[in-house]
């Protein structure tokens, strides 16, 4: 199954639990994107971080996006003024 998820400004990145570690012995860490959350595993703690960390570099490097709350907010602040 291939899943396409596109990254962006409002996308996140959780890190593993370490009580999940310890069930399962697997660094399992979420992306979540728009639509979708995407669970990924890793075999260790190293290797988690680094995708955590690549993951995140890939985010923050992403253009902001306004949201339509935030877009809102500047139309009545702007009306105001």
């Known amino acids: 199954m291939c899943v396409c998820v596109c ?46 960390s690549a993951l995140q570099d890939a985010i923050d490097s992403c253009p902001t996006i306004q949201t339509i709350t935030e877009r809102v907010i500047l139309e009545i602040i702007v009306r105001i003024n």
């Open 7 to 52: 990254v962006c400004s409002l996308c996140a990145v959780d890190m593993y639990d370490d009580s999940e570690v310890e069930e399962t012995g697997c660094y399992t860490f979420k992306l979540h994107a728009r639509k979708n959350t995407l669970v990924l595993s890793a075999k260790s703690a190293m290797e988690a971080s680094e995708w955590i």
